[in-house]
């Protein structure tokens, strides 16, 4: 079955400092799509990263990166020098290739940067 | 990107009424289309998978006769919440499948529907 752990619930840093999120997931597919997404408080989900499966290469945009390693089945996501605008809750999610694309998604960890 | 919309954005409604919450693909035809709830705090938990002309596919645990979904044309997908009560207020959010991609998903703004 597919499943998507974020353990960390909610994490709180001070403005600059630099926070990574957690992201395991379990699949048994050997071709599938990681996601990130950002949720702020009005709900609306705001798409970060896609991430196929065999392309495993970190990703940097700007203050985000990206660490994908598929030997510990983990997607972690990294935010260098916050800022308070970096407040939501972040999801991360896996796609099945083959079933319509249905998305799994992880519990979510709300972070909070503080000024 | 493509653009998914939903409406309402907000609604609310007395116990025991039915609410219809209508999303659209704005740019494309989807031939998929999924819907999500969201309790506060809580993570996105797919309710179902929407074919255009066929019935839903629902997940284990939703009821099918308390939430009906409509999938009647390739850029409209509705859900109806039937005989809405108070456990039944949370955020709906639909997304759309793009079938010229392989991974495209496209998300709603979502509906925060409060039961009174």
């Known amino acids: 079955a597919q499943k998507v752990t974020q353990a960390q619930t909610e994490i709180s840093v001070v403005e600059k400092e630099d926070v990574t999120l957690d992201c395991v997931y379990e699949?048994?597919?050997?071709?599938?799509?990681l996601f990130w997404y950002k949720q702020p408080p009005s709900g609306e989900l705001v798409f970060l990263i896609r991430?196929?499966?065999?392309?495993?290469q970190n990703e940097i945009s700007g203050r985000y990166s990206w660490n994908f390693q598929k030997s510990t089945s983990s997607f972690n996501f990294t935010i260098t020098a916050s800022q308070v605008v970096d407040s939501a809750v972040y999801f991360c999610?896996?796609?099945?290739?083959?079933?319509?694309?249905?998305?799994?998604f992880g519990s979510g960890t709300k972070l909070n940067v503080k000024p | 990107g493509a653009v998914v919309s939903q409406h309402p954005s907000w609604v609310i409604c007395k116990s025991g009424t039915s609410v219809k919450i209508e999303c659209r693909s704005l740019?494309?035809?989807?031939?998929?289309m999924f819907w999500y709830r969201q309790f506060p705090k809580q993570s996105l938990m797919l309710m179902a998978t929407?074919?255009?002309?066929?019935?839903?596919?629902?997940e284990q645990g939703v009821e099918k006769d308390k939430f009906l979904i409509n999938h009647a044309s390739l850029t409209l997908s509705t859900l109806t919440v039937t005989s809405a009560h108070p456990e039944d207020s949370s955020f709906y959010i639909c997304?759309?499948?793009?079938?010229?991609?392989?991974?495209?998903?496209?998300f709603g703004p979502g509906t925060r529907l409060t039961v009174t």
């Open positions: 991430r196929n499966s065999f392309d495993e």
């Open positions: 999610a896996l796609s099945e290739i083959y079933n319509f694309n249905k998305f799994y």
């Open positions: 699949t048994r597919d050997t071709t599938y799509y």
């Open positions: 929407s074919n255009e002309g066929s019935k839903a596919t629902y």
């Open positions: 740019d494309f035809q989807a031939t998929t």
């Open positions: 997304s759309a499948r793009d079938p010229e991609s392989t991974y495209e998903q496209y």
